[in-house]
């Protein structure tokens, strides 16, 4: 094995990233990434709160780091986001003490867009434009937050829009998770179908890929693809962990006594999952151009605080003291 990393076992798939915050690029973790990832997606740092706390105040601290690592050592950069229900500033959506008008909302959008996409222009390959935008209700298709109260769908347009002019060379994301499970596929893929046909400038779906031992099945995660890249769209694994706990259902916070030990059967089932997901990845490796890891290893990941604080999970392929797992071995041994 010697110096080779997931990013050269995969070198004729697609790159290997992973999402990083500023401790993370310090001491034994940076040398990991180095060795083992080629893309890097800020986990917090690029969102519109923590860049524009306050009007026209943006803060690049932390976002320029990450950016001056990657450039350093050759590692290609996906921004992550430009518009979410969450992590948004409340003074966006305000005006005095009224609601912003949806002329004024789409303006600041528009600035925080240019001003974002465009200090990155010509680095960054890839920005997940829209986050999260369709509701969990069947009943609804889009969610009912504060972009769609005022602005009904056309924040998405614009924000592709507003995206592309800033950055004409960088593909565009839309990106969400459960984006696997058949029916909220069919409501993404109606959203994104009519946005392909109105000319809006999308390249791709970024499936958020917060799995669990039991989902996404097989059938559904092949689906998925062939589906959305049907609309002649790309496709990235965004934030890829699977998660020791029965994911949607379990939100139950550890009960005294109760044991969060990251079994040996535990660890054999998420070798197992890890080895199926990445077997279907490079089976659709045409349309697939990036999957990306959310965060480094399990020493510290935010399922550790997600859906309940408190609860260790054991979601990536690295242990607490970096070392490969089970589920590593089985990630890089194909022919
Ligand atoms: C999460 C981060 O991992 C946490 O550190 C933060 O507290 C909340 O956001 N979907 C997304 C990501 O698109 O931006 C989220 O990241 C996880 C779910």
Request: with cysteine; net charge positive.
């Amino acid at each position: 094995l010697g110096n080779q990393g997931l990013k050269d076992f995969y070198s004729n798939y697609f790159p290997v990233g992973v999402a990083v915050g500023l401790r993370n690029l310090r001491g034994d973790e940076s040398v990991l990434i180095k060795k083992q990832f080629n893309s890097l997606t800020a986990e917090n740092a690029m969102k519109m709160a923590p860049l524009q706390p306050k009007e026209g105040e943006f803060y690049w601290k932390a976002a320029d780091s990450i950016v001056n690592f990657a450039i350093k050592n050759g590692i290609k950069i996906r921004g992550h986001n430009l518009c979410w229900h969450q992590q948004t500033p409340d003074w966006m959506f305000k005006d005095g003490d009224k609601q912003v008008s949806k002329e004024t909302l789409l303006k600041r959008l528009k600035t925080h867009i240019n001003t974002v996409v465009g200090r990155y222009k010509g680095i960054f390959y890839a920005w997940d434009v829209v986050n999260e935008a369709i509701d969990d209700n069947p009943a609804n298709s889009l969610r009912n937050s504060k972009w769609f109260e005022i602005c009904g769908e056309d924040f998405i347009t614009k924000a592709f829009e507003y995206a592309h002019e800033a950055d004409p060379g960088a593909k565009l994301y839309y990106n969400d998770y459960n984006s696997e499970l058949p029916e909220k596929r069919e409501r993404i893929y109606k959203l994104l179908k009519s946005l392909k046909d109105k000319g809006v400038p999308i390249d791709g779906v970024g499936l958020q890929a917060h799995w669990s031992l039991k989902s996404p099945t097989e059938a559904d995660l092949r689906t998925a693809i062939e589906r959305y890249s049907a609309l002649g769209l790309k496709i990235q694994f965004t934030e890829l962990d699977i998660s020791i706990y029965p994911w949607e259902k379990d939100r139950r916070a550890k009960r005294p006594g109760e044991s969060d030990q990251f079994t040996a059967d535990l660890e054999a089932r998420q070798a197992a999952k890890y080895a199926m997901v990445f077997n279907v990845f490079r089976a659709y490796k045409d349309v697939i151009t990036n999957v990306t890891f959310w965060n480094v290893s399990d020493r510290h990941s935010w399922l550790d605080e997600y859906p309940v604080m408190g609860r260790k999970n054991y979601p990536l392929l690295f242990d607490a003291n970096l070392q490969p797992k089970k589920a590593y071995w089985e990630v890089i041994n194909f022919k």
